[in-house]
């Protein structure tokens, strides 16, 4: 089993930036690649960015490629992956949640196996 942890969600006007975190332990081993979705009120789950276990490929939805950038640390009992979240806009409103072990697409929320718990973003305009 693998926990995933997310934290730095919160508060911000439209322009800002927010840098969102998750922390994995657990089977580690067992981790492929990881990835951020997003889910806003009365909407599905959204892929957002994922990056393989090097970190050396990374894949992100069009309405956040230039503006997020997904990164992540791996060391030997836990693995760390970050989100900075620059120029936001309030359609980037929604809870952010921290995704491990696709099982094939990156981009696809029902091959993931495990899950945080999630973090709200807020962008006021």
């Known amino acids: 089993q693998v926990q995933l942890v997310e934290s730095g969600g919160g508060l911000v006007q439209a322009g800002g930036s927010l840098r969102l975190s998750c922390a994995a332990s657990?089977?580690?081993?067992?981790?492929?690649?990881m990835g951020w979705f997003r889910q806003a009120p009365g909407k599905e789950r959204e892929f957002v960015a994922a990056?393989?276990?090097?970190?050396?490929?990374?894949?992100?939805a069009d309405s956040v490629k230039g503006r997020f950038t997904i990164s992540r640390d791996n060391n030997k009992n836990t693995v760390s992956l970050q989100l900075q979240m620059n120029s936001l806009k309030p359609e980037d409103t929604a809870v952010y949640y921290c995704?491990?072990?696709?099982?094939?697409?990156?981009?696809?929320?029902?091959?993931?196996?495990?899950w945080g718990q999630g973090t709200q973003v807020t962008v006021s305009s």
């Open positions: 990056i393989n276990w090097s970190g050396g490929s990374t894949y992100y």
């Open positions: 657990g089977s580690i081993f067992s981790i492929n690649a």
């Open positions: 995704a491990a072990d696709p099982g094939g697409s990156y981009y696809q929320v029902s091959l993931y196996h495990y």
